[in-house]
C-alpha cells in the first residue's frame, strides 16, 4: 500500500529536493545549494529513504527513479534541467540567471543533463550506504513519512 501524503501536510511548506542519497555529485549539489540557500528555503530527501520512496511513488515515479534528483514545489515534481533552473531561480543572485539556459530547448538541455547522470557515479563516485545528517543542518533533511494526521468530528 503506498503512502499518500496530504497536499496540506507541513512537509510541502517547503520546496522538496529528492536527492540520490548514495552519489558523491549530487552529495555536492545538495551542498551547493544548502551554502547559498541562507534563508533555508529548500529540504532535501534522499530517493533511498522512506519518504523518499512514498513521494516518488506519489507523484508518479518508479520506486527505483535515480535519473535525476526531483524538485517538488507547489504541488508540482520536476526533474533534470528543469528543476535545475527552479532551484536556482530560488537562490540569492547570480544563481538566477541560470534561468535563461530556458532558452536552450528542453530537450537539448535534458540531454546534457542524462549524460552526466548516467555517468555520475564513474566520474564522481559513489557511497555504499545512504548517510544521515547530524549536523546543525540535519533539520533540513527529511528521511520519514510524516504521521498522516487524522481529522474528527465532534458531535
Known sequence: ??????????LFRHPLVLFDGMCNLCDHT?????KRDRAEIFRFVPLQSPLGVALLVQFGFPEDYRESFVLIDEGQAVT????FMRISQKLPQPWPLCALAAVIPRPLRDFVYTRIG???????????????RTDDLSH????????????????
Do not use: Q
Request: hydrophobic fraction near 30%.
Open 118 to 132: 548516467r555517468n555520475r557515479y564513474h566520474w564522481f563516485g559513489r557511497h555504499n550506504y545512504c548517510e544521515v
Open 80 to 83: 533534470k534541467s528543469t528543476a
Open 140 to 155: 533540513r533533511f527529511i528521511t520519514a513519512i510524516p504521521s498522516i494526521e487524522t481529522k474528527r468530528s465532534d458531535s
Open 1 to 10: 500500500m503506498n503512502t499518500l501524503i496530504p497536499d496540506h501536510s507541513p
Open 30 to 34: 545538495v551542498n551547493f545549494i544548502i
